[in-house]
T-cell receptor, first 114, second 114 residues
Framework: EADIYQTPRYLVIGTGKKITLECSQTMGHDKMYWYQQDPGMELHLIHYSYGVNSTEKGDLSSESTVSRIRTEHFPLTLESARPSHTSQYLC?????????????FGPGTRLTVT | GENVEQHPSTLSVQEGDSAVIKCTYSDSASNYFPWYKQELGKRPQLIIDIRSNVGEKKDQRIAVTLNKTAKHFSLHITETQPEDSAVYFCAASGQNTGFQKLVFGTGTRLLVSP
């Protein structure tokens, strides 16, 4: 089934650790995005990609980095996790379909940094 | 860049009442305005969208109106039901970003009481 997947769903990690949040989509979409969201609160765009080998920083400054080596895969890496990184991270993808530019969201990764 | 403001931040209604959520945007080049619904613990999902060449769009109990001159758009939910309880996000996008990015509002928490 075409969908967008994120792993892990929950992660508790200590300060200073390096972590990678995985995001994969099987919808063949070119555009992918990472959002940071405290539960039920505003969605902050932190990174996006137009396609393979294309990445851009979003509107919210982030200490994370991303890569886009394959169309379906858009991992996000934190080199040194801090308590301020505690949040939910949502991955999304989109493609134009007629007059709609719907973004499809993954289930999210809830990160806690102790 | 685009800035989207959303009001109210919380909205409580009785089952069967109508609910209205309003958003304003700053960039006159924006011409695509989706609305997303995020239920507790779940991912945001598109519920309706509108383009600037249309003033109103309806889908069963939900409708969206757009006033391009005033740069505001609204979500209307009629005959609300408890399952409408969720956080609703408006967003804007346009040719200025090649429709690559959505700029989201801050969200409205809707509570429908039985």
């Amino acid at each position: 089934e075409a969908d967008i997947y994120q792993t892990p769903r929950y992660l508790v990690i200590g300060t200073g650790k390096k972590i990678t949040l995985e995001c994969s989509q099987t919808m063949g979409h070119d555009k992918m995005y990472w959002y940071q969201q405290d539960p039920g609160m505003e969605l902050h765009l932190i990174h996006y990609s137009y396609g393979v080998n294309s990445t851009e920083k979003g509107d919210l400054s982030s200490e994370s980095t991303v890569s886009r080596i394959r169309t379906e895969h858009f991992p996000l890496t934190l080199e040194s996790a801090r308590p301020s990184h505690t949040s939910q991270y949502l991955c999304a993808s989109s493609e134009r379909s007629g007059l709609t530019y719907e973004q499809y969201f993954g289930p999210g990764t809830r990160l806690t940094v102790t | 860049g685009e800035n989207v403001e959303q009001h109210p931040s919380t909205l409580s209604v009785q089952e069967g009442d109508s609910a209205v959520i309003k958003c304003t945007y700053s960039d006159s080049a924006s011409n695509y305005f989706p609305w997303y619904k995020q239920e507790l613990g779940k991912r945001p999902q598109l519920i309706i969208d509108i383009r600037s060449n249309v003033g109103e769009k309806k889908d069963q109990r939900i409708a969206v109106t757009l006033n391009k001159t005033a740069k505001h758009f609204s979500l209307h939910i009629t005959e609300t039901q408890p399952e409408d309880s969720a956080v609703y996000f408006c967003a804007a996008s346009g040719q200025n970003t090649g429709f690559q990015k959505l700029v989201f509002g801050t969200g409205t928490r809707l509570l429908v009481s039985p």
